[in-house]
């Protein structure tokens, strides 16, 4: 693999600020702390920027783009009682600001034991910002006596469309845009549970506890990790679930992955949902796996040994297309780029890179091209890789 191009490198970034890297047909973009960066997939050059407003900072940005609009969230450099203040929508096409408004995202609501309450608890805005069906989704934080809610609005226009029904006694958590309605995991007293918005209006189709023998707490950690279908990180700690656990499009409660098993140790961060599957980097000591999950019914499929031992690493993992990819960083062997079919696990492709890779959080299929793409400082963004 040599490098066909690469973006500059960043300079420094605080440690806890937000990234997030989009794809619009040949644009790629990243936003950070301080601006969003639109490049072009084909030769590296920056097509356009976005910069927040002086001493402000991005502080959520939602996980996908519907069509070429995001929208990202900022507010003061500083945490203080302005905070997360302002949602805006970008078109990754060109960088321009479609809308803006005065709304507080709850960025990170359930998160480690913070307590789904929390009107402060804000680093990293994940499940706060959502987009599709053409809306922009935002969990709005509620200021003094305004209850935390779920507004949606149009996505190109920025025209309020509807205030979710929220169940009664029952407070919004994280948010995310499925095809075909809103899904949000709910605090609804001691209980967390999970529920799903019509698009049109935000009426509430329906509500389910995360686990209908014993329930899920709201200390817990719970993540949307996909729509399609719904899957939820769940982890409550020492004393209960640590699983993936899986729901119909109807609620409906469905398999379990479990976070930790005997054949292949503890699934970490490093996960990717597609075709009915989840693929997890595991770490079993020095001898890793990729694992691949059948989502109907929880079961381990395959899994392959990575060997990765202390003087290596394994990231960028993706998966789509019915192929399933990472690099393995070695600092005794070089880099090398892994590629496997994601039905069978079969070994398709094992490439050296003539250059280090760095850290990769995410690889990107681009025509012959595979482009890593970065977060951090001193990294670039995006590099460019093609096969030779």
């Known amino acids: 693999?040599?490098?066909?191009?690469?973006?500059?490198?960043?300079?420094?970034?605080?440690?806890?600020?937000?990234?997030?890297?989009?794809r619009a047909d040949d644009i790629l973009v990243r936003a950070r702390y301080d601006s969003v960066t639109g490049f072009d997939a084909g030769s590296g050059k920056k097509r356009w920027?976005?910069?927040?407003?002086?001493?402000?900072?991005?502080c959520a940005a939602s996980t996908t783009a519907d069509g070429s609009r995001v929208l990202i969230a900022y507010g003061a450099a500083k945490k203080g009682k302005e905070g997360c203040s302002t949602v805006v929508a970008l078109d990754l096409a060109d960088g321009r600001e479609l809308w803006h408004t005065a709304l507080a995202p709850a960025a990170e609501a359930f998160s480690g034991g913070n307590g789904p309450l929390d009107?402060?608890?804000?680093?990293?805005?994940?499940?706060?910002?959502?987009?599709?069906?053409?809306?922009?989704?935002?969990?709005?934080?509620?200021?003094?006596?305004?209850?935390?809610?779920?507004?949606?609005?149009d996505l190109r226009t920025g025209s309020p469309r509807w205030t979710a029904t929220v169940p009664k006694g029952c407070v919004p958590g994280p948010i995310a845009s499925a095809a075909k309605q809103v899904i949000a995991v709910l605090a609804c007293g001691k209980e967390m549970k999970l529920a799903a918005f019509d698009p049109a209006d935000?009426?509430?189709?329906?509500?389910?506890?995360?686990?209908?023998r014993s329930g899920v707490l709201t200390d817990a950690s719970v993540t949307i990790t996909a729509t399609e279908p719904i899957v939820l990180r769940v982890d409550e700690g020492d004393r209960g679930i640590d699983a993936f656990l899986t729901f119909g499009p109807?609620?409906?409660?469905?398999?379990?992955?479990?976070?930790?098993?005997?054949?292949?140790?503890?699934?970490?961060?490093?996960?990717?949902?597609?075709?009915?599957?989840?693929?997890?980097?595991?770490?079993?000591?020095?001898?890793?796996?990729l694992a691949a999950f059948d989502l109907t019914t929880g079961h381990e499929?395959?899994?392959?040994?990575?060997?990765?031992?202390?003087?290596?690493?394994?990231?960028?993992l993706h998966a789509g297309a019915g192929r399933v990819m990472f690099v393995k960083v070695s600092r005794k062997h070089g880099d090398s780029l892994y590629v496997f079919d994601a039905a069978t696990g079969d070994e398709e492709e094992h490439r050296y890179f003539r250059d280090?890779?760095?850290?990769?959080?995410?690889?990107?299929?681009?025509?012959?091209?595979?482009?890593?793409?970065?977060?951090?400082?001193?990294?670039?963004?995006?590099?460019?890789y093609e096969r030779w």
Do not use: C
Not at 49 to 58: K, M, Q
């Open 250 to 289: 109807n609620g409906s409660p469905g398999a379990a992955v479990q976070a930790t098993g005997d054949s292949y140790g503890s699934i970490g961060t490093d996960v990717a949902v597609s075709d009915g599957r989840l693929f997890a980097l595991t770490n079993g000591g020095e001898w890793g796996f």
């Open 49 to 58: 920027e976005y910069a927040t407003p002086l001493r402000t900072a991005v």
């Open 202 to 212: 935000g009426k509430e189709r329906w509500t389910t506890p995360l686990d209908t």
């Open 1 to 22: 693999m040599t490098t066909a191009w690469e973006t500059p490198s960043d300079h420094q970034a605080p440690e806890d600020s937000v990234h997030q890297a989009w």
């Open 356 to 384: 280090d890779t760095d850290d990769v959080d995410d690889l990107l299929p681009y025509g012959d091209r595979i482009i890593a793409v970065r977060s951090g400082s001193y990294n670039e963004p995006f590099t460019a």
């Open 301 to 316: 499929l395959w899994q392959e040994d990575l060997d990765r031992g202390s003087s290596s690493v394994v990231q960028g």
């Open 119 to 153: 009107p402060e608890a804000f680093s990293g805005g994940d499940g706060a910002l959502a987009t599709g069906n053409g809306l922009g989704v935002i969990l709005d934080a509620g200021t003094g006596k305004t209850a935390r809610a779920i507004h949606a609005l």
